[in-house]
């Protein structure tokens, strides 16, 4: 029995005042996150989703908002109204990796600088740990050690690996309830430093793991990846 169940549901403040649900992704979502998704700007797609993406077809639609909540987990923030899709957050369980998993965090650019991105983070990382999620993975460019020096220097836990051009992390969930309290950003969690970075620009995913993103789309590859939106650089300071 989970605590992120169907049932889950969370109301939240943001810094702004704004108030928000935070609950598990349904499958009756497609229309909402559609209009979230066309809400994004340009830039913020090209984030998320690695490439120049103006529309979602149906079969992506169906893939985002119908998962098993255990290999695929995926909740979001609406308004209190329920017709404004806020941010959405997931990750995606490896085959043949127990333990492992990547994630993805989008925020609309209304709502981004607010703290959602750290709320979305929080409770995505809580509900890894309870479905038995141990570390999340990822990879970004690097021509050199440099980049393996500095993911060490923001990350002492990370585990690197540098093979042509390509650093290879990962992360240990950090511990964290399902109850933390929302205003408390785990700062000394190198997994939300690093993501933190990603959001700011100040690390380029590789191109192997972008083209892997295709899998959050529901496209048939064989790899995996991860992103993060909607950290400011507000957030880490």
């Known amino acids: 029995m989970y605590f992120f169940d169907p049932d889950y549901l969370e109301r939240a403040r943001l810094r702004d005042g704004t108030e928000c649900l935070v609950r598990l992704i ?56 329920g017709d404004d899709g806020l941010g959405v957050a997931r990750f995606i369980q490896l085959a043949g990796e127990p333990g492992v998993a990547e994630a993805a965090i989008a925020v609309a650019d209304e709502h981004q ?22 570390r999340f993975r990822c990879e970004v460019l690097g021509t050199n050690h440099g980049m393996a020096e500095l993911v060490r220097s923001l990350a002492p836990d990370a585990r690197v690996h540098v093979s042509s051009g390509v650093v290879s992390i990962e992360f240990d969930v950090p511990p ?32 192997a793991w972008q083209r892997a993103g295709l899998r959050f789309l529901g496209e048939d590859v064989s790899e995996d990846r991860g992103s993060w939106d909607g950290t400011s650089r507000d957030e880490e300071e």
């Open 26 to 81: 349904r499958p009756e979502d497609k229309e909402l996150l559609h209009r979230g998704f066309l809400r994004l700007s340009p830039e913020s797609r090209y984030r998320r989703f690695f490439t120049v993406k103006n529309d979602l077809t149906a079969d992506e639609l169906r893939y985002l908002t119908e998962v098993d909540g255990v290999r695929h987990f995926a909740l979001g923030a609406v308004s209190l109204d």
């Open 113 to 134: 600088g607010k703290g959602l991105g750290s709320l979305l983070f929080q409770r995505l990382v809580a509900a890894a740990a309870e479905r038995g999620v141990a």
């Open 176 to 207: 964290l309830a399902p109850e933390h309290p929302a205003d408390e950003p785990p700062r000394e969690s190198g997994l939300y430093r690093f993501f933190g970075m990603v959001a700011q620009g100040a690390v380029d995913w590789a191109q």
